[in-house]
């Protein structure tokens, strides 16, 4: 019965939502819906450190470079990886040279230590069980970005604090493992003219 009969190439009419990503290439459309869906999930789940290890990546290539192009006028780029491989200890660089460490924070507190090899040359003063503590000279500025509305990341909060101001006094050369209470009162609101005000003085 099936003889003669010329079968058509099976056509896929897969619809493909082809936005533009940032980087020129097509969006994976299959898989930008599974992160949605999975982003869905964990939002009622109500996970604020599961949401924080979720959203790292993107706050610190995407949303923290928007909001310094859009509030302050920089743009950036990301930070090359260090000598040895491991993740350099800033996130974005100004043309400036300003070295601007991201943290997505949507606790109570505003942590500071980073989860990295403690062998090496992490080893000593810094490290301890695991999390290592910034030198003071790993950045020049931290940007915590804490959000406020999921549904609307422009409404977040942006709270910016030099290095300098986080060095631990039990611990000289290193930063605080938390941002105390005052420095954070300190510096409440004032993000956008302190980046600014680093940029240009950087740029100097
Ligand atoms: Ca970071």
């Not at 310094?68 to 000598?83: M, N, Q, R």
Request: one cysteine or more.
């Amino acid at each position: 019965m099936l003889r003669g009969l010329v079968l058509a190439p099976v056509v896929c009419h897969t619809k493909r939502v082809n936005k533009a990503t940032p980087s020129g290439l097509p969006t994976v459309t299959q898989l930008s819906q599974d992160v949605a869906t999975g982003f869905q999930l964990l939002i009622e789940e109500g996970d604020t450190r599961e949401i924080g290890k979720f959203l790292a990546f993107t706050t610190e290539k995407v949303i923290a470079p928007r909001w310094l192009s859009d509030a302050c006028g920089i743009e950036t780029v990301s930070a090359p990886d260090d000598e040895e491989g491991q993740q350099p200890k800033y996130d974005l660089q100004a043309k400036s040279g300003l070295r601007i460490q991201i943290k997505f924070r949507g606790g109570k507190t505003l942590h500071m230590e980073q989860t990295r090899r403690t062998t090496g040359k992490n080893a000593g003063a810094g490290a301890k069980n695991g999390q290592v503590r910034y030198s003071v000279d790993s950045f020049d500025v931290i940007l915590f970005v804490i959000p406020t509305d999921y549904a609307d990341p422009t409404s977040w909060e942006y709270l910016a604090i030099p290095a300098e101001e986080l060095e631990d006094p039990n611990m000289p050369g290193f930063c605080v493992g938390n941002v105390p209470a005052a420095v954070r009162k300190r510096y409440a609101g004032k993000a956008q003219a302190l980046i600014s005000t680093l940029n240009e003085i950087a740029s100097i």
